[in-house]
């Protein structure tokens, strides 16, 4: 279970916050220019500091959503990455070998998402018809996919871009952090706490999930994300254009004081 006292579990991460007198004059520490963070509770209390509110591609963000969604239903199964299948190409050139969902997760692998996803949509297609499949999608991508749902009657074509490629689907700061933080996402978070947990000896066990976003009109450009928590927090970091998922979680740990 998370505390329920939220604030004094951040004042217990030494880098994230100033030590203040009450909980109420904490302060966030250390934020650079065009840094996002938010901060939220399984209570619903969410704290937000940097520019929160703009919305971004969100990169392998969206790799979460399917673990939500397909989680149970692709335990067991496994892919083999290569780099290339057919005309995609994962972003790991050499590929990440072969992979069931813990380390297609850690590695981020695009290639087994976007297969395991074709074969959950023909399948769901199959049991429920076209238009409940994308009655489906729709529901479950809607806080990241606004209106840009592709036409069509049925599913939608599984692409990269169901995946976190381009910029199809779209989230912030805030509103990531408080879709997870709904009560129905529990198995979820324990899915990522057993998935892509890492034991910090001095600060316990954070979970933490990298990814890099596209960044609107400039194709060449990416943009950093990273989603984690331990039993008390979850938090959201974005880091601005230029920046990629090895340097968000180093500035992510940082900010958490995780050693």
């Not at 949509?121 to 994308?134: D, F, I, K, V």
Request: hydrophobic share 40%; proline share 5%.
């Amino acid at each position: 279970m998370w505390s329920p006292d939220w604030r004094t579990s951040l004042l217990a991460l030494p880098c994230l916050v100033l030590t203040a007198q009450s909980p109420q004059d904490a302060k966030v520490a250390h934020l650079q220019a065009g840094e996002a963070l938010a901060i939220g509770t399984d209570a619903g209390a969410v704290e937000l500091h940097g520019d929160c509110l703009r919305e971004y591609p969100m990169g392998s963000l969206a790799k979460l959503v399917w673990l939500d969604m397909e989680g149970s239903d692709w335990e067991g199964l496994t892919y083999t990455c290569k780099g290339v299948d057919g005309p995609e190409r994962c972003w790991l050139a050499k590929g990440h070998g072969r992979v069931d969902l813990e380390k297609a997760l850690r590695g981020s692998c695009n290639l087994a998402f976007l297969q395991w996803a074709r074969k959950s949509m023909a399948e769901s297609e199959r049991l429920l018809g076209p238009g409940a499949t994308r009655a489906l999608m729709e529901d479950t991508f809607q806080p990241f996919l606004g209106d840009r749902m592709p036409p069509g009657e049925g599913a939608p074509v599984m692409t990269q871009a169901w995946i976190g490629r381009g910029d199809l689907l779209r989230t912030t700061p805030e509103a990531m952090v408080r879709w997870l933080i709904e009560p129905r996402r529990s198995v979820l978070l324990s899915r990522c706490h057993r998935f892509l947990g890492v034991d910090f000896k001095e600060a316990g066990e954070w979970w933490i999930k990298t990814g890099t976003g596209a960044v609107e009109g400039d194709p060449e450009a990416t943009s950093a994300w990273v989603a984690g928590g331990n039993r008390d927090v979850v938090v959201v970091l974005h880091l601005p254009r230029g920046r990629g998922k090895v340097e968000g979680e180093k500035r992510f740990r940082e900010l958490m004081g995780l050693r």
